[in-house]
């Protein structure tokens, strides 16, 4: 009991939870909203995202005894904001379930290693950059509509970034909130501390919706988030099986995606926050501050309809600059290991324009078509020789 009230411990998991929300909530509302979600709705998405993230990680941290965070697909949230654009909730649901089934049947199966051999890292990665970067795009516009506001964020992120601050993104948020506040453009007068309804939502499964909608995502949740997330466990000594992890996060998507849980990965960066030698000396006791996030997640579910409405109150570049701050260093590194490999440039920058593009054909986005073209000429110029020919 003496360790899991340990100061350490309780602020490692608060920091966790305040690092996940402020650099990505606002991309969930953007996704929820981009698929027509009511203010009901959105709210039963964080609360489908909050409840799931907190009992899943309390319930691995304590049955393993190892420092196990769950988190929602931050670029898959990402790319529904694209994807789900003129898209019925009903048939974003039926991608969501298609997408979680696919998970779990990685993880029983023990298919997830083969699964994402066929897909080079650099390809996952030069998708994920061509996925965010409209978000990047969106800064200097937002800087033109709401100059002081967007210039006070973004110096405290450039600051924050100088001194090698781990809450750059933080602070920035909360520099914007207060210089929102003070010029008059904040209105919380609006917000409803209440406990959250979940909304079921029907499913639909299209197709074409499946495809273009529910397979990228759950090639970027996996590529991009449960493979950082089985390395950042490695890198700190925990040596938990990776499968039965990862089949617990798809369940959980295919019972909750009808209330709002697009996706459920495992965490890479906020887990790293539990995982130092600040939060206890024995690794072995670091399990409790997880289970503090987890803790501290429900919360945040549980009251998933008053962080909506939190939301709503901020101006529309606030929100825009707060999502492109928090994803310039997840573009930056996916743009580097995607043209790190010499062999898989042309294949790379091929994923990246057409993903980038946004444009879709026969009804399924440019992220599934910047993957498969991107797959194929790797394949091809590897296996034939072609990269290595002098032109």
């Given at each position: ?29 953007q996704a929820a909203r ?150 008059g453009k904040i209105d ?52 938990v099986a990776a499968s ?148």
């Amino acid at each position: 009991m003496k360790n899991f009230f340990s100061l350490p411990q309780i602020s490692a998991g608060f920091v966790a939870i305040l690092i996940g929300y402020s650099s990505a909530a606002a991309i969930v509302f953007q996704a929820a909203r981009a698929a027509g979600g009511t203010p009901e709705q959105v709210g039963s998405w964080l609360w489908a995202l909050g409840i799931a993230m907190g009992v899943m990680g309390i319930a691995l941290s304590l049955y393993y005894r190892q420092p196990i965070l769950i988190a929602w697909s931050t670029p898959g949230a990402a790319l529904l904001v694209t994807s789900l654009q003129g898209v019925d909730m009903s048939q974003a649901v039926g991608a969501f379930i298609f997408c979680s089934a696919l998970i779990t049947l990685c993880g029983v199966t023990g298919w997830f290693d083969k699964i994402m051999k066929l897909v080079p890292q650099c390809l996952a990665n030069a998708m994920l950059a061509g996925v965010l970067l409209r978000f990047a795009l969106e800064i200097f516009p937002a800087f033109q509509s709401e100059s002081l506001i967007v210039g006070a964020m973004t110096v405290l992120y450039i600051l924050g970034k100088w001194r090698k601050s781990p809450f750059s993104v933080p602070l920035s948020f909360a520099i914007g909130i207060v210089t929102a506040f003070s010029l008059g453009k904040i209105d919380f007068s609006h917000i409803t501390f209440a406990f959250t309804q979940p909304v079921w939502v029907t499913p639909e499964f299209d197709m074409s919706i499946m495809i273009g909608v529910g397979l990228p995502l759950f090639v970027v949740t996996m590529a991009s988030q449960n493979v950082p997330g089985i390395a950042v466990l490695r890198a700190h000594g925990y040596n938990v099986a990776a499968s039965p992890l990862i089949s617990w996060t798809g369940l959980m998507g295919v019972l909750l995606s009808p209330f709002g849980g697009y996706a459920y990965n495992l965490a890479a960066i906020t887990a790293a926050v539990c995982m130092g030698e600040d939060v206890h000396k024995d690794p072995k006791k670091r399990y409790i501050s997880a289970v503090w996030a987890g803790i501290f997640y429900l919360f945040a579910g549980v009251f998933g309809v008053t962080v909506a409405s939190f939301f709503t109150s901020f101006p529309h570049a606030l929100v825009a600059a707060i999502a492109g701050l928090a994803l310039l260093g997840t573009i930056a590194n996916s743009l580097n290991f995607a043209f790190a490999e010499t062999d898989g440039r042309e294949a790379a920058i091929l994923t990246f324009v057409i993903t980038a593009s946004s444009a879709s054909l026969f009804g399924i986005g440019a992220p599934f078509w910047g993957l498969i073209v991107g797959v194929v000429t790797y394949h091809l110029m590897n296996h034939t020789g072609l990269n290595k020919r002098v032109v």
